[in-house]
């Protein structure tokens, strides 16, 4: 068994998803790296084979999470209103169990080459037309208003950017719950009742 071996290169996405989220890919050199995990370049290069494929696992990691989750909710055929909130709800979890990951995703996927980058943005279509598929069948049953659908293009910079400027102490449920009410009084075709005190 390679228990062990996974434990090891489970460490090394972890420690390096932490430094190139704070430093930034290139800002992050192979001895930080090495100092990071306890490993010797050997024993690093044992688990990965170049600094490019570390980024691309990181990167592959929470889309690929959200990728399946958000397959169960769409699939559990609730109202779109219900798979709206899932997906909102899902998408804040994910953001709080990876949040370094997810930074990554948003601001080094240029840092990949072609075939890396493509393959990321195509998984990042993938879960975003989930998310603009649900808002079309909204709109066709009534449930939410005609609205233009290009920013679904924003809703990972809407999620990452809230929980990245509030990383210190912020409630995941809170920011996920505020981020989806805004959202989800902007779409909706009938006014829904508020659901938290409002601001003076």
């Given amino acids: 068994m390679s228990s062990r ?11 390096s998803a932490e430094l190139f989220a704070r430093q930034g890919y290139y800002g992050t050199g192979l001895s930080e790296l ?25 990167m592959l990691n929470p889309i690929d ?14 109202t779109p209103t219900g798979t709206l909130q899932s997906l909102g709800t899902d998408l804040g979890h994910a953001m709080a169990e990876n949040l370094s990951a997810w930074t990554i ?63 210190e102490g912020a409630d995941a449920r809170s920011m996920t719950k505020s981020i989806m009410d805004v959202l989800m009084h902007g779409v909706s075709a009938v006014p829904l009742p508020p659901t938290a005190p409002q601001g003076g």
């Fill in 65 to 78: 999470r959200v990728l399946e989750s958000s397959r169960a909710i769409v699939e559990a055929g609730t």
């Fill in 34 to 58: 090495l100092s990071a995990v306890g490993l010797h370049k050997g024993g690093f290069y044992h688990h990965i084979s170049s600094k490019e494929d570390l980024l691309l696992e990181i």
């Fill in 105 to 167: 995703f948003l601001r080094e996927y240029s840092s990949l080459g072609p075939a890396g980058r493509e393959r990321v943005l195509a998984l990042r279509r993938a879960y975003l037309d989930r998310w603009r598929d649900v808002l079309e069948k909204g709109i066709a049953s009534g449930e939410f208003r005609p609205v233009d659908l290009a920013f679904v293009e924003s809703i990972f910079g809407l999620f990452i950017y809230t929980f990245v400027w509030n990383r």
């Fill in 5 to 15: 071996g996974d434990d090891t290169r489970a460490r090394i996405l972890r420690e």
